[in-house]
């Protein structure tokens, strides 16, 4: 029996040593993190804040603002577009390709569109003279109606701001590309596809996918995309475009402005009483600072002339 109890007594002390000890152990742990807050601040939790997104409706918000400064830059610049289209069997086959070279220069009106070259041979002197004399007309019809300058950008160009108004976004990861840091959202609709209006603003509305945006400067450097519904083309007898799918690429240019690099789709429909496939690859290059003299441009796009500042080399990696 006075060996049970001393056991118990024993026992007991332990118990007692050892909860004193954890007590001090819980204690000090305590004083060190009130001490020393930015020690702890460097372990896990650290990590979890740095993988964490922005707030993404703020954010946006934020994008889709900047997209619209970078649009209105747009403006300031003249680039090479390099066309090729590729005609597509049911089973995504090559049948046929041409490939067509543009040189796009903007004016306080529109950006106008000159076609320099098909499948490699530049296009005659009479149709260069008579795309020119066009353009000559057109301006001189602005000049005339006195309208104002505005806002330009190419003829049914769909701006990313226009896709970002119309969607819906949510953070899925984070990822690099060229060592820059991006966040991947996913974006869809925030409504039924519109029926009405121009078709660059149904397409707008008629996108899902995915875009890598930076979240230091709000830029978009690579977008995702497939339609959600058909889309008629025209009044509707014209056509119809059953589905689309690609991506573009963006690139920085003199140390400015986020431009388009590279661009790919895939389409297919119906057009008139025919089925067509299509794949068309787009290259941008040769971003010049545009001049106040529209033809000097366009008979010398690749010159350093007038104050052009010739930039297409001047990619950051």
Known sequence: MLLTVVRSRCHTRILVRAASTLTMLVATILVGLLLCPEGYSQGQPA??????????DPFITRV??????????LSQYTYTDRITTYTLDKKRQVRSQHADTYYITPTPYEFFTLHVSHDGKPVSQ???????KEI?????????????PGEVHPKNDILFSDIILKSRFTPLRWDDIHGKRMIVYAFEPKSPPRRQGDLAGKVAGDMKGTMWISPDDAEIARMEFTSVSSLSLGMGFLGSVKGFEGFIEQQKVHDEIWLPRHQEFIAQGRQLVTG?????????????KASTDVFQQIHSPNADASGDTKISKQVEQ
């Open 64 to 73: 889709a603002q900047h997209q619209k400064d970078l649009e209105s830059l």
């Open 126 to 132: 009479s149709d260069l003279q008579k795309q020119e």
């Open 136 to 148: 000559e007309h057109k301006i001189r019809q602005y000049e005339q109606k006195a309208q104002k």
């Open 276 to 288: 067509f496939r299509i794949r068309q690859v787009d290259e941008f290059s040769d971003y010049l």
């Open 47 to 56: 990590q979890q804040v740095q993988n964490s997104f922005p707030d993404t």
